[in-house]
């Protein structure tokens, strides 16, 4: 069983930077991760994945050259570096653990792929 606990989120102005954190229990290392997100009103969207090893990662284009998605193995944990806030990135944000065996540069974009969530921390960007 895996438990993943995000942290870092919070209310910050546009242009700001807020670094979110997931922390896993259990097998972290193996698996490729997702940072998804969630406004009110709006469906789940990917923001931004990265395969078990790290050489292979994914951003949604609304995230893109804003946003760095990293990893670090030996602490179990996952991060989501963004810079550059605007207003339209406020939602909860959520982390996920994708169990599926597969190569060292595979990852997911499809919320379906995961098996395990965090519970969410909220971003909040004001204007």
């Known amino acids: 069983q895996v438990q993943l606990v995000e942290s870092g989120g919070g209310l910050v102005q546009a242009g700001g930077s807020l670094r979110l954190s997931c922390a896993a229990s259990?097998?972290?290392?193996?698996?490729?991760m997702g940072w998804f997100r969630q406004a009110p009103g709006k469906e789940r969207e990917i923001v931004a994945a990265i395969s078990r090893s790290g050489s292979s990662t994914y951003y949604a284009d609304s995230v893109k050259g804003r946003f760095t998605i990293s990893r670090d193995n030996a602490k179990n944990t996952v991060y989501l570096q963004m810079n550059s806030l605007k207003p339209e990135d406020t939602a909860v944000y959520s982390c996920?653990?994708?169990?599926?065996?597969?190569?060292?540069?595979?990852?997911?974009?499809?919320?379906?792929?995961?098996?395990?969530w965090g519970q969410g921390t909220q971003v909040t960007v004001s204007s």
């Open positions: 259990g097998t972290f290392s193996f698996y490729p």
């Open positions: 996920a653990l994708d169990r599926t065996p597969a190569s060292s540069t595979y990852y997911s974009t499809a919320a379906q792929s995961y098996d395990y």
